[in-house]
């Protein structure tokens, strides 16, 4: 009878260990995965988007140009790519070291958090800002010039419906020394930056999209003309300049011919590559031709230096028959072949 009391135990024994092991599989696999790559999202995303600048600007995308320095610059932090009913706590840091880009000056971010004329801040009665409150953190957090936007969701879940939410805004300074391309960026870090489901867990893959903050600056001072410096009424002649852009951009060329006339801007070229333009003068005389160039933003050289071009004047005509000849137009082409 003990025998198989004791037999009957280990069975019990050995049916339990097998049991927790299964349910502990069974756990295993049943245990939510709630990143957005398993649940085929993959485009969770904060991204810094251009939205203004106080004076004049292009914006292309991602980038915002400046025609001019000493601006405002004015992104947004805009939030997209969750899914639906995980979205719980998001939090997302800027990385100030993108501020400067070792070339020339620095971009400072304006004032301090609380209204939306400061430099950082969140504008919570924007219609598209979706987010219930900022347990999280302040609305922006100042240290070390590294912000951070956080909002917690206080009631119930937010389902994203594949548009683009408002998250916060950030006011740059751009002065008067600042020249090439500033990068501003989120820092990566998981616990700086990140989207959060109500159990903590990581919404993922998550995109860090950049701003790029570009000083545009005119092209250089072109190359003196290139071209025949003699010549004759009648004859088209080519000249050719060349200079370069700082920023790279294509540019026109503009000739003027030094008769109250100009070839209007030709282009565009790539930017080293050599412009051309062509022109016949009506009447002689010497005449000092210049160019400059502009990028494909307006931005305009300052002129080149002259290159002097001489249509020679008529040879003077001292025979009697010639100068009698002269007084008939008929005979202006003859003439002409005396010049």
């Not at 000493?70 to 998001?90: C, D, F, M, R």
């Not at 070339?103 to 304006?110: A, E, I, K, Q």
């Not at 950030?170 to 008067?176: D, G, K, N, T, Y």
């Not at 893959?205 to 009424?233: C, D, H, M, Y």
């Amino acid at each position: 009878m003990k025998k198989r009391i004791r037999y009957y135990f280990k069975i019990g024994v050995i049916l339990t260990i097998v049991f927790a092991f299964v349910m502990q599989g069974a756990a295993t696999i049943t245990k939510p995965l709630l990143s957005e790559e398993t649940l085929g999202f993959s485009n969770a995303e904060f991204e810094w988007v251009p939205v203004d600048a106080s004076g004049s600007h292009t914006i292309d995308g991602h980038e915002i140009i400046l025609n001019e320095t000493g601006q405002l610059v004015t992104l947004e932090i805009h939030a997209s790519g969750w899914y639906p009913n995980l979205l719980k706590l998001l939090q997302a840091t800027v990385d100030s070291s993108g501020y400067s880009n070792g070339v020339g000056g620095t971009l400072y971010p304006l004032g301090w958090p609380g209204t939306p004329l400061d430099g950082c801040f969140i504008n919570t009665s924007r219609p598209d800002y979706v987010f219930y409150g900022m347990a999280q953190v302040d609305a922006v957090y100042t240290g070390d010039l590294n912000y951070m936007w956080g909002a917690t969701l206080l009631v119930g879940s937010k389902a994203d419906s594949g548009q683009t939410y408002y998250f916060g805004t950030l006011i740059l300074e751009v002065p008067s020394d600042a020249s090439g391309t500033y990068t501003i960026v989120f820092l990566p870090n998981d616990d700086k930056t990140y989207m959060q489901d109500d159990i903590g867990q990581k919404i993922l893959p998550l995109t860090l999209t950049p701003a790029l903050v570009t000083i545009n600056e005119p092209p250089n001072k072109p190359a003196k003309p290139s071209g025949q410096t003699n010549g004759k009424t009648g004859t088209s002649y080519t000249y050719s300049s060349t200079t370069t852009d700082p920023n790279g951009d294509q540019l026109y060329y503009w000739f003027d011919w030094g008769d109250t006339t100009n070839s209007g801007w030709v282009g565009p070229y790539t930017s080293g590559s050599p412009g051309d333009a062509s022109h016949t003068w009506t009447a002689q005389g010497s005449y000092n031709i210049q160019v400059k160039a502009k990028d494909v933003y307006g931005m305009e050289s300052d002129w080149s230096d002259p290159l002097s071009v001489t249509i020679p004047r008529a040879r003077t005509v001292n025979h009697p028959l010639l100068r009698f000849l002269e007084r008939f137009p008929m005979l202006e082409r003859l003439l002409n072949l005396l010049r």
